[in-house]
């Protein structure tokens, strides 16, 4: 993994490429505590705030850049707007720096430990989001737009959880709900 000063380093040049230099300047460090999400970031720091989950990343090293940019951008909205939320302009932006979904995408990948509402439930049709503490065992549809019972048109895209954020004010519901 890349020490903390090797993070700082890719932050600058991340900020370059994808901001124009116009991110805020943010202290980047590791959490050894954090178990249950794989970033924080903390706006009422000065400089603010970007926390890395050394367990999280020994285990998913190439999810880090992805992740330290998703900070950046949450970082740089802020910055420009007060704005801490997953919105239109943050989606844009993500867009931009070439990343594709709000949350860390399970896929086929094993959790790498089960602790408390991890996993966002998540329809895309009409942007209804669920906290699960646990793993769904089968396919779900959104409860919301199939009139009745199942319907996989109206699937349910399962995500997790991998940050934390604190004193947001337009913070999203599910990721509020995240923090314990
Ligand atoms: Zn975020
Ligand atoms: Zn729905």
């Not at 009409?126 to 199939?146: H, K, Q, T, V, W």
Request: one cysteine or more.
């Amino acid at each position: 993994m890349p020490t903390e000063t090797e993070l700082q380093l890719l932050f600058a040049e991340l900020n370059n490429y994808y901001f124009n230099g116009e991110t805020p300047v943010c202290r980047i460090r590791y959490n050894s505590r954090f178990s249950n999400s794989a970033g924080r970031i903390t706006y009422s720091t000065r400089p603010v705030l970007i926390e890395l989950s050394v367990k999280h990343f020994r285990e998913h090293p190439e999810a880090l850049r992805e992740t330290l940019l998703h900070e950046m951008i949450h970082a740089w909205l802020y910055d420009r707007a007060g704005d801490t939320g997953h919105g239109p302009e943050f989606r844009k932006k993500m867009a931009e720096c070439g990343l594709t979904s709000i949350y860390h995408d399970l896929g086929n990948m094993k959790p790498f430990n089960e602790s408390a509402k991890r996993y966002i439930l998540r329809c895309e049709q009409c942007a209804l989001e669920i906290l699960r503490r646990r793993l769904p065992r089968a396919a779900m549809s959104c409860g919301r737009c199939s009139k009745q019972g199942y319907d996989p048109r109206f699937p349910l895209t399962l995500l997790e959880v991998t940050e934390t954020r604190e004193l947001g004010m337009t913070v999203p519901r599910a990721a509020f709900k995240s923090q314990r």
